[in-house]
């Protein structure tokens, strides 16, 4: 997955190589290329064992689908070229509404696994009921 010049680094630092690289390299990402007005950054894939365990423990096919989810994962790269770089006045407002889909995403999300997890739990004494 690559970006060019991503808008929320943009418009939080403008025109401002060094602060937008710093940014970058907090939240993870290495430095491959850099000159006076560009740069190529790369956020590398990383394999959870914690990830890999937990989903082990859902009847082991988790773990084969977070395996296939890793191994299609892609290094993440952004290009920065600050001749290129334009500020969006939407931008606050296009962000808000990201970050909305993101949260309700996040909670069908964590919905789906709580209820999976209470389903898995009770299963057992619902079998037991049952064969009696």
């Not at 710093?22 to 850099?34: D, W």
């Not at 394999?47 to 988790?62: E, K, M, Q, V, Y």
């Not at 994962?73 to 993101?102: G, M, N, V």
């Amino acid at each position: 997955m690559s970006s060019h010049n991503p808008a929320w680094l943009i418009n939080k630092h403008p025109k401002d190589l060094k602060a937008q690289i710093k940014e970058l390299v907090e939240r993870g990402y290495s430095v491959t290329v850099q000159d006076s007005t560009t740069a190529q950054l790369v956020y590398k894939k990383h394999f959870s064992c914690l990830l890999a365990t937990i989903s082990f423990f859902f009847l082991g096919i988790g773990f084969f689908i977070y395996l296939f989810y890793y191994l299609a994962q892609r290094d993440s790269i952004i290009y920065l070229d600050l001749e290129t770089q334009e500020l969006d006045p939407d931008w606050e407002k296009k962000e808000k509404e990201a970050t909305h889909k993101r949260t309700i995403k996040t909670i069908i999300i964590v919905s789906i696994i709580v209820f999976g997890f209470l389903m898995l739990i009770s299963l057992p004494s619902f079998l037991i009921e049952v064969s009696k």
